[in-house]
């Protein structure tokens, strides 16, 4: 054998093995999935839009339903916004988050799996809308628990001043459980029902204002109108407290549309100028109609239109462009003040604080209204592809899905509260004001 091949040979293979070892881990960088990207970026806003969200409903929402009431119940609204927010935080951990994102693959219910938070630690993420970059599983369940403790409490304002406190906790905890829960999976889980059929909701307009809303009127209507209703001065007891808790709601939405956004990038930049501009061009839409309405616009009139824009570019932050969130918030505010000033007087109904009026007629707009600004022409964010009719007839099922579903299970479970603990306070109660007989406190002594 010719040794001098060998030897010519040697080279060859330590320099194909020196080759090999450089290039294997590049094929294997290349195959390797990479790893998922947490944010600190993220991480820090979407803590920030948890603590905004909680502002909301403490103190946003207790000083705005509490500055609209009579001042012998102020307490009582102060004292139920509370009380919900607590009772919900509690109960999501304990059921809540499983039942809407548990994990399992059922359209309308989350499942049991994460019961107590089970199986969530401090490495468990949570996907957010960019492939690869998650957040703290933790921080998911905190921001939605705020949305869970704030829905509830907007029901309250529709049968306000003459509801039993123990009532209203039941009827929390019996609603989230059948309505919200079973909602939110829906909409936002990726196995939900809605969700898989193409329903734009950014931020809640059917999962907290059309689902709180119609549970509103419903109750409204079972309960009855407050006594003396028509007859007696209902007026709001303290307009610069409505006021400075609508605009406290104002500021805390920020937490709830900029924050849907999951990530701290252009998409929320988005959702921040629309709920800017749709609610400025609520207030002077809302104004302008009372001035030609009524000869004058009321600060009363700014505070609801501003809610009412709110609610409106809820589902559609995410999609429409700043243009198309002004004439939103505008056209939300024309149709929330015929439900407010006429529809509402029609009917008869004592919706007190007009949570249907405004969050239920609102969301309802805010969602059809997503449709058709999402679409690229209108300044949207959808592409050459986007149907708006298609996306209309998505939208419409999705509301009356949730109206059906809110309305009828929500009337079951007014009726089950009152066979349990009776829903409305004695007359001689509702006279006197609820603060006193319920909570032994009063706000104002004289």
């Not at 906790?169 to 939900?192: C, E, R």
């Not at 209507?221 to 209703?229: C, L, Q, T, V, W």
């Not at 029609?346 to 997503?370: K, N």
Request: glycine fraction near 12%; charge should be neutral.
């Amino acid at each position: 054998m010719n040794s001098g091949v060998f030897k010519s040979a040697r080279p060859l293979a330590a320099a194909a093995a020196v080759l090999a070892f450089s290039v294997l881990p590049a094929l294997a960088q290349e195959t390797t999935p990479a790893a998922p990207i947490m944010d600190k970026g993220d991480v820090a806003w979407m803590m920030t839009s948890s603590l905004l969200v909680l502002f909301m409903a403490l103190p946003g929402l207790a000083l705005f339903y509490g500055g609209l009431v009579r001042a012998k119940n102020i307490l009582s609204i102060l004292m139920q916004t509370t009380m919900i927010a607590a009772v919900m935080m509690v109960v999501w951990v304990v059921y809540g988050y499983s039942f809407a994102f548990g994990g399992s693959d059922n359209p309308f219910f989350g499942g049991f799996g994460k019961l107590f938070l089970s199986g969530v630690t401090l490495e468990s993420m949570s996907a957010t809308f960019t492939s690869g970059v998650v957040i703290p599983e933790y921080l998911f369940i905190t921001f939605q628990m705020t949305f869970a403790a704030i829905t509830p409490a907007l029901i309250i304002g529709a049968f306000a001043e003459r509801v039993k406190f123990s009532a209203v906790v039941l009827f929390s905890v019996l609603w989230a459980t059948f309505v919200y829960f079973p909602v939110a999976h829906m909409v936002w889980d990726a196995n939900g029902y809605l969700f898989k059929m193409g329903a734009i909701d950014f931020a809640g307009g059917t999962v907290v204002h059309i689902n709180a809303g119609i549970a509103a009127l419903v109750g409204c209507i079972m309960i009855g109108p407050r006594k003396g209703y028509g007859k007696d001065m209902m007026a709001p007891h303290s307009l610069p407290l409505c006021l400075i808790g609508a605009s406290i709601l104002w500021v805390g939405w920020f937490g709830f549309n900029v924050g849907s956004n999951l990530e701290s990038n252009a998409g929320a930049t988005l959702a921040m100028i629309n709920t800017f501009v749709a609610t400025a061009g609520a207030i002077l839409g809302w104004s302008l109609i009372e001035t030609l309405h009524r000869g004058k616009a009321s600060m009363l009139g700014a505070a609801s239109g501003m809610i009412a824009g709110l609610v409106a570019i809820t589902p559609a932050c995410g999609t429409i462009g700043p243009v198309g969130a002004i004439a939103l918030g505008a056209l939300a505010s024309a149709i929330c003040y015929v439900f407010v000033s006429a529809v509402k007087n029609r009917f008869g109904y004592d919706d007190s604080l007009d949570v249907f009026g405004i969050h239920g007629v609102g969301g309802i707009v805010g969602a059809l209204g997503t449709a058709i600004f999402s679409a690229g022409a209108l300044g949207g964010i959808k592409g050459d592809d986007y149907s708006i009719g298609a996306q209309f007839m998505i939208q419409l099922t999705a509301v009356v899905i949730t109206v059906v579903w809110t309305g009828v299970a929500s009337a079951i479970l007014f009726k089950i509260v009152d066979l349990i603990v009776g829903l409305r306070v004695k007359s001689e109660i509702e006279t006197q004001g609820l603060d006193q007989p319920t909570h032994g406190e009063v706000a104002y002594h004289s």
